[in-house]
């Protein structure tokens, strides 16, 4: 227990000096900044000046960053049970808001208006935003499934959403990154983007090889005569149930074993459809 505890408290301590030395940075470049001596030296070497403590603030600010990430990521080592995808974005994000803090106080020790490229960055990043909304959506959706993770790499789910046209796609979960999440099943890959997964229903731990299909009945069709209908196509192997409902018609999805030939339930529909 003490050899864990120990690198971990080291770095918070070098962690701490970092910041300490990076505070005492901004505030002599601030107070040297309103100092008459500093004012009645040239021009240009003011600049070194100013220059200089702005290049060490920098440096001292990347190592801040990286020193914390370090630290994090040791504590994370200590438990294994610690996912490494949250880790993953945890890292990105720290990197994120920590190299923004350090560069913008940076600008402002070079006496750089900030707030004239944060408005002309504004601007650009609509514009930017409304191009790339899709990415945008499915990077978002990608920290979702990072955060809530409604299903484990390995685990084999059904997912099923409008934007699929009511296709419910299913395999084995192999990948899950930014952007896509990755099933397997019979040696296909199917590529879902990130923001159709997070909209779908999950279904985890279905049946592995099952074929689904769906099937649109009026409402004059007794669900229970069309699934008495089906069980004797299949042999009492088909599996039935209503997944939604429509104006004039609701949906049945008909679940058969893999070796059975969807054919069966094609010939199984036209017959009960003839009979009605």
């Known amino acids: 227990m003490r050899e864990g505890v120990r690198p971990a408290s080291a770095g918070w301590r070098r962690f701490m000096m970092y910041l300490v030395l990076l505070v005492a940075l901004a505030v002599a470049a601030y107070l040297g900044r309103e100092s008459e001596r500093l004012q009645s030296l040239p021009s240009l070497d003011r600049q070194i000046i100013e220059w200089g403590i702005a290049v060490v603030w920098f440096v001292v600010g990347a190592l801040v960053v990286n020193q914390?990430?370090?630290?994090?990521?040791?504590?994370?080592?200590?438990?294994?049970?610690?996912?490494?995808?949250?880790?993953?974005?945890?890292?990105?994000?720290?990197?994120?808001?920590g190299y923004a803090f350090v560069l913008v106080v940076g600008l402002n020790l070079l006496q750089v208006r900030v707030g004239s490229i944060l408005v002309g960055g504004a601007v650009t990043g609509v514009i930017v935003g409304v191009g790339a909304q899709s990415t945008l959506a499915n990077?978002?959706?990608?920290?979702?499934?990072?955060?809530?993770r409604p299903f484990q790499l390995g685990e084999y789910v059904s997912f099923r959403t409008y934007l699929f046209g009511g296709v419910e796609y299913s395999g084995t979960v192999v990948d899950v990154n930014w952007y896509h999440t990755v099933l397997e099943e019979g040696g296909v890959r199917r590529v879902l983007?990130?923001?159709?997964?997070?909209?779908?229903a999950i279904t985890v731990g279905a049946r592995e090889g099952n074929k689904l299909c769906t099937v649109p009945l009026p409402y004059a069709v007794a669900f229970r005569d069309f699934e008495a209908r089906m069980g004797e196509a299949t042999g009492g192997r088909a599996t039935l149930a209503i997944k939604e409902f429509a104006t004039d018609t609701y949906t049945v999805q008909v679940e058969i074993p893999a070796e059975m030939d969807l054919e069966v339930v094609r010939e199984a529909i036209a017959a009960f459809r003839a009979g009605t």
């Not at 990077?139 to 809530?148: D, E, H, P, Q, R």
């Not at 983007?193 to 779908?200: G, K, L, Q, R």
């Open 139 to 148: 990077l978002i959706a990608g920290l979702v499934l990072f955060a809530v």
């Open 68 to 97: 914390l990430r370090r630290t994090v990521n040791a504590m994370a080592a200590r438990h294994p049970g610690a996912d490494i995808r949250v880790l993953s974005v945890v890292n990105r994000a720290l990197s994120a808001v």
């Open 193 to 200: 983007p990130n923001a159709s997964v997070v909209s779908s």
